[in-house]
């Protein structure tokens, strides 16, 4: 069956520090990606995605993700963090050609920021 | 307009009620979507509209039954619930097959 991984289930950082988040999917053919941000009483929003071309995609807020399609991982990072990135992060797999309009959501993973 | 709206933004129910769960778009998207998220999971889908029919029942009990009146608008009609059944209803959009979803901010929902 088709799944998403995201290890890292709580991640604690400081202010400046960097920030790379995994996600790992089990899907043989091509898919679409996507990394969701949901705020403390938020609603999911959308950070980035990455649907074809370059496997390095810059998103809002600072945030960039890379594909890296030998290794079934789509990874978040952020350079520098902030406070205001406290959130929980999801990561999400379509598989394409399909006709699905499926997403796999992984467990998540909640960012707090220590200012 | 970007936006997906949903009302109402909570919802207490007793289990013999009957209510109904509103989401609406203007962005032209032909795909509408029902998730429900518990505390601290992932969302988890529950129906799929595509061309305003419904394409997609994640095995849901009959307790929740989704209508399309039209693109623009999704309900979700809940009966006889039970206290399981509390969590956060997202409604979701997108153009087509295979784009991009944009989430509403759900509906906080109670059953006592």
């Known amino acids: 069956a088709q799944s998403v991984s995201q290890h890292n289930h709580h991640v604690i950082l400081s202010e400046a520090a960097s920030l790379e988040l995994g996600c790992n999917y089990s899907y043989g053919g091509t898919v679409n990606l996507f990394w969701y941000v949901q705020y403390p009483g938020q609603h999911l929003q959308l950070l980035l995605k990455?649907?074809?071309?370059?496997?390095l995609v810059k998103g809002i807020k600072g945030f960039e993700a890379e594909f890296i399609k030998s290794k079934f991982s789509f990874n978040l990072r952020k350079p520098s963090v902030q406070w205001s990135d406290t959130a929980e992060y999801f990561c999400?797999?379509?598989?394409?050609?399909?006709?699905?309009?499926?997403?796999?959501f992984g467990t998540g993973t909640r960012l707090k920021v220590l200012a | 307009d970007t936006e997906v709206t949903q009302t109402p933004k909570h919802l207490v129910m007793g289990m013999t009620n009957k209510k109904s769960l509103k989401c609406e778009q203007h962005m032209g998207h032909r795909a509408m979507y029902w998730y429900k998220q518990k505390a601290k999971k992932p969302p988890e889908l529950m129906f799929v509209y595509s061309y305003e029919k419904l394409s997609i029942n994640e095995s849901v009990p009959s307790r929740f039954s989704p209508e399309c009146p039209n693109s623009s608008l999704l309900n979700l009609h809940l009966h006889a619930l039970q206290p399981e059944d509390s969590a956060l209803y997202l409604c979701?959009?997108?153009?087509?097959?295979?784009?991009?979803?944009?989430f509403g901010p759900g509906t906080r929902l109670l059953v006592l």
């Open positions: 999400a797999v379509n598989p394409k050609g399909s006709g699905t309009y499926k997403y796999i």
């Open positions: 990455y649907f074809s071309g370059d496997p």
């Open positions: 979701a959009s997108s153009l087509g097959v295979q784009e991009t979803q944009y």
